[in-house]
């Protein structure tokens, strides 16, 4: 547990992380009901989801470890110290939790609802088996020496790694279609307030450590708020710039396999409101 020197920064520690976990946890929301509205998940990069649940497991097992278990802890603050506090709070794990509960929802809206010519492409699923294959490598390194520490740094790296390529697809799909109808930009709006809220509670965890270790200790956890606030900002972009209200724009002549490499098939004219 941290010794907070001022008891008002421990307040705005937890106010910002609880802040960031609420933002987070509603941003899934607005996704789920757009796609009930419509019956429809057309507009929706698979890609993307697929990319999206595999970077909230691997999240969800690293928070998990590192705030439940003993062992675990021991080992970080033998390397970082044992004045440090462990950087994962439980608004982290409870954020965790539900990701991947909400990520499992609307995958399941893929399943039951109109998608069109909608596929995961080739290339996604051999990013996610990769991932998962290398992962279980990791694991039988890690047995001999017991090297926990560093197995659910593994995890925390992939999730940095989901995070930085995930919207890729889905930015991709946009621009070729000319519209950001179907995707939802309240998911946007809430994952940015998200961002920056995770940002400034490890700020004030800083301040009265008066160490950054927490930075540089969770990398993960840093780069997961600056990649998402970025490509946040692309969507909005896209959203209220490039393509504002394109609800009836034709899209039968755009050509989605070279501008979307990561979609192997759409049918734009069914991205309309169901």
């Not at 057309?42 to 990319?51: A, C, E, I, Q, Y």
């Not at 991947?100 to 996604?124: A, E, H, M, P």
């Not at 009836?248 to 755009?254: A, I, K, R, Y």
Request: charged fraction near 10%; aromatic fraction near 16%.
């Amino acid at each position: 547990m941290a010794s907070w020197n001022f008891l008002p920064l421990e307040i705005i520690y937890n106010i910002f992380g609880w802040t960031a976990f609420l933002s987070w946890s509603i941003s899934f929301y607005p996704q789920v009901i757009l796609n009930f509205r419509r019956k429809s998940v057309v507009g929706l990069n698979f890609d993307f989801l697929v990319l999206n649940f595999t970077k909230h497991s691997t999240y969800l097992i690293y928070n998990a470890c590192l705030f439940f278990s003993p062992v675990l802890q021991k080992q970080y603050h033998e390397k970082y110290g044992y004045g440090e506090m462990i950087p994962v709070a439980a608004n982290d794990v409870a954020f965790s939790v539900h990701a991947v509960l909400l990520t499992t929802i609307t995958l399941f809206q893929v399943l039951i609802y109109d998608r069109g010519n909608q596929k995961v492409s080739k290339t996604c699923i051999g990013i996610a088996s990769a991932v998962w294959l290398s992962v279980a490598v990791c694991v039988f390194v890690a047995l001999p020496n017991q090297s926990w520490l560093w197995l659910i740094s593994v995890f925390n790296t992939v999730q940095v790694i989901m995070t930085t390529i995930k919207y890729i697809p889905q930015a991709i799909m946009n621009f070729g279609r000319k519209s950001t109808e179907g995707w939802s930009i309240g998911n946007i709006l809430l994952d940015l307030l998200g961002g920056v809220m995770n940002y400034a509670q490890m700020a004030m965890q800083s301040i009265d450590q008066g160490s950054w270790v927490n930075f540089y200790g969770n990398m993960g956890k840093t780069l997961l708020s600056l990649v998402s606030v970025f490509f946040d900002i692309i969507f909005m972009f896209q959203h209220y710039v490039l393509y504002p209200s394109n609800k009836n724009v034709d899209f039968s002549n755009v050509d989605l396999e070279s501008t979307a490499p990561l979609v192997k098939s759409s049918n734009p004219s069914q991205a309309e409101t169901a």
